[in-house]
């Protein structure tokens, strides 16, 4: 059995990070050079996830039973994913904790 208008919803919503990685993309090229890695990151960790959703979309859209294997990959896709947003987001506020403490220890 397929889940169709889930599959479709997903990818209708995979829609709308593509456009905001792609205006992203466009306005950093226009721009000068984004000072902060999370801001450089988010672009394409938004084209990245609306990639994960098409997959997710068609795969439900096939009928999951169709393609099992794949289920253990969106799995690794998503926890790369998500792993990679909480390296970019946490590690800057990391990176400054270990500097201050390392400055107030040197004092």
């Known amino acids: 059995m397929t889940d169709a208008p889930a599959g479709w919803i997903i990818i209708g919503t995979a829609t709308i990070w593509v456009g905001n990685g792609v205006r992203a993309l466009i306005v950093s090229r226009r721009a000068a050079a984004t000072p902060c890695r999370r801001k450089r990151a988010q672009k394409w960790q938004w084209l990245a996830l ?3 959703q098409v997959v997710l979309g068609v795969w439900f859209i096939t009928g999951p039973s169709a393609h099992p294997a794949v289920e253990w ?34 004092s």
Do not use: E
């Open 50 to 52: 609306a990639a994960l």
């Open 73 to 106: 990959w969106l799995v690794a896709g998503f926890g790369a994913l998500a792993a990679w947003m909480l390296i970019t987001d946490v590690s800057p506020w990391l990176w400054s904790r270990l500097r201050r403490n390392s400055s107030h220890a040197s």
